[in-house]
Structure formats: structure tokens, C-alpha cells
């Protein structure tokens, strides 16, 4: 059974008035002990705002919608892990998310988007854009001041993504400190997103920090024009006598072709070559053995954006500070001090 504001006060020994002020973050008014008294017995009560019950009463839907690319699926990558922040946040608010795929020309359409809440009847957008962003499409949000936040996506606004540059220095940092001084960051060509050139930068700063020399590698290509000329390249690297003794590699595709090509150059890993990638979880490259791995924050990431979002639709004029979520490392089999 659904603890009560009134519940609240009798075991505070409050008025309902003035626990309802408290909890609706409105009860500057109040000593400080008092608000403190409210917020502790409502956590002992297991008190939950109904959220769905001040939507109404605002004219509100109680819906946010997550608005994902319906040109191209690979600009608004959804992992399972952020899917289910999302769910358990708007869960534990008591709202509902509801998924909208729309075409970019909608998007960049002045018709379009200042009725695109109404028009998924949501109170706001959580907008899953991880690549290729339609330059239109972000002035209009801005100038019709729609409440939304951005997903994996750095803006000036309005956004939580993941701390990239430093995570990409963070796992250097424990290359350099197993003793590691020819440590490369190995990425595929042609990579959209900026986490990218983010992660890079912080393997730049750490190298440079440490006074060694840098080293970026292209080690997988879309397609199969030039892929094995690049192949027998980086097996030659990997061969040379100033070869890497470790790698950092971009995501979970960076790290099997790492090893792919460290087999093939008969490099064992981890004795010869250490690894650390970014991928979702420390099994997602190879499946049965973890690799040391900089875990993407889905999960945070999705709680973290339901709660920004439902700070913009209370107060829509307002910009929240961009968000950056930091990684957490976890080891696995593949680094080893040198």
C-alpha cells in the first residue's frame, strides 16, 4: 500500500500542509531540522511521489518520449543496459517512456517539431541521437525551448553522457602503471561518434604526462576494400622491434581485431601485449573470458537523464550543466604488469 502525505504528518507531527511543501521541494520556508525531519520519516515510511497524480493536476501526460533516429538506426544505438536505466527510472517516478522513431526530415521540419510533444502526447523528449546530428534539428529544440535532454551526446545543455576523455586517461594511467611504455590507442576508421576523438585525447594527455611517445592505430575497416593490405600492416607493427606492449582499444570491435591481429603476429596476450577496452560489459568482445574492460555507465546514464529531464519539464526555462558520467573499471584476463 502507497505511503501517504498524511501518513507523513502524523508521524512527524506536522500539518499535511506543511510535509506536502517539504516534499514538493517547496518548504524553504521551514527550519532546516524540520525538512530533514519530514524527508528522514518519509525514507523510513518508503514514501514514493506520485508522480502521475501531479502530472494530471498540471495538465501534464506523466509521458516522456525517446526520440530515436527512424533514417538510421546506427545514429541512435539503444544497449540494453541504458534501455533498462530508463525503465527503472521512469518506473520509480511512476512514469511511462514511450519510444519515437522519426525520420530526419520530420526532425529538421519548423512544422514539425513544436508540436512533436503533442504529437507523442510526452511532457518531454529524451533524445537518443549518438551520431550524425542534424544541425537543424538541435536549433529547433533550442528555439522552441522544448524540454529535453540529450543521451550520449555532448552539448551545451541538457545532456549526460559518458566521461570519454577521462576514461580514455584513466585506463592508460593503469598501462603506465603495470609498467608499460609503448602504449598505442587503437581505433577503426571512419568512427562517427565523438567519443572517439574523446577517449584519444585522454590516452594523449596520460601518454604526455608521462613524457611517451604516442602511437594511434587504425586496426579494423569497414568493408573489405583495403582490409587486408591494413591487416598485414598491423601485424608488421605488432612484429617490429619497437612494437606496442600495450593497447587501448575504442570499443569492443577495436579489441577483437586487436587480438585478431596479435594471434596472427604471434603475440600472446596478455604476456606480450596488454589490453583494456571500452565495451558495455568485460564479456561483450569475446564472450566466455573477460577482458579488462572501462564499463560504459549505460545504466547511469539512463537513471541520470530521467532525472535531469523531469528538472527541465518543472522548470523548462532552466539549463542543467552538461552531465559526464564517469566509467568504472573492471579486470579481466587481459593485462599483465610488464
Keep these: 500500500m502507497r505511503t501517504t502525505i498524511k501518513q507523513i504528518a502524523e508521524r512527524s507531527g506536522l500539518s499535511v500542509p506543511t510535509v506536502s511543501r517539504i516534499l514538493s521541494n517547496k518548504g524553504e520556508s521551514h527550519l532546516l531540522a524540520t525538512r530533514e525531519r519530514v524527508l528522514q520519516v518519509a525514507r523510513e ?47 520509480e517516478y511512476d512514469l511511462h517512456l514511450t519510444v519515437a ?139 617490429g622491434s619497437q612494437a606496442p606492449t600495450a593497447i587501448v582499444c575504442y570499443n569492443t570491435q577495436a579489441v577483437q581485431a586487436t587480438i585478431h591481429l596479435a594471434t596472427a603476429a604471434g603475440v600472446s596476450t596478455p604476456r606480450a601485449l596488454s589490453i583494456i577496452g571500452f565495451c558495455v560489459s568485460p564479456y561483450e568482445a569475446l564472450g566466455i573470458r573477460a577482458i579488462d574492460t572501462m564499463v560504459l555507465p549505460e545504466l547511469e546514464m539512463g537513471w541520470s537523464a530521467v532525472r535531469m529531464l523531469i528538472r527541465k519539464i518543472e522548470e523548462p526555462h532552466i539549463s542543467n550543466a552538461p552531465l559526464p558520467i564517469p566509467y568504472r573499471f573492471e579486470g579481466g584476463w587481459t593485462t599483465a604488469p610488464l
Design 101 to 239: 522513431a522519426v525520420p530526419d526530415a520530420r526532425l529538421t521540419d519548423q512544422g514539425f517539431m513544436p508540436k512533436i510533444l503533442r504529437e507523442w502526447s510526452a511532457d518531454g523528449l529524451l533524445i537518443n541521437y549518438n551520431a550524425d546530428i542534424p544541425k537543424a534539428m538541435i536549433e529547433l529544440i533550442q528555439s522552441h525551448e522544448l524540454p529535453a535532454v540529450w543521451i550520449n551526446s555532448m552539448q551545451s545543455a541538457d545532456c549526460v553522457y559518458p566521461d570519454d576523455e577521462r576514461g580514455g586517461q584513466e585506463a592508460t594511467e593503469r598501462l603506465l602503471q603495470l609498467g608499460h611504455e609503448r602504449i598505442a590507442y587503437a581505433t577503426m576508421e571512419g568512427v562517427g561518434h565523438y567519443s572517439d576523438s574523446a577517449r584519444r585525447r585522454g590516452y594523449d594527455a596520460a601518454m604526455q604526462r608521462a613524457r611517451k611517445s604516442v602511437q594511434h592505430l587504425i586496426v579494423f575497416r569497414h568493408g573489405n576494400v583495403g582490409q587486408e593490405s591494413l591487416t598485414n600492416a598491423n601485424i608488421e607493427i605488432l612484429k
Design 45 to 91: 515510511l518508503g514514501y514514493r511521489p506520485n508522480m502521475s497524480a501531479r502530472a494530471m493536476r498540471q495538465g501534464r501526460t506523466g509521458t516522456l518520449a525517446l526520440l530515436q533516429s527512424g533514417t538510421d538506426q546506427a545514429r541512435s544505438l539503444l544497449p540494453a543496459e541504458l534501455l533498462a536505466g530508463l525503465l527503472a527510472a521512469t518506473a
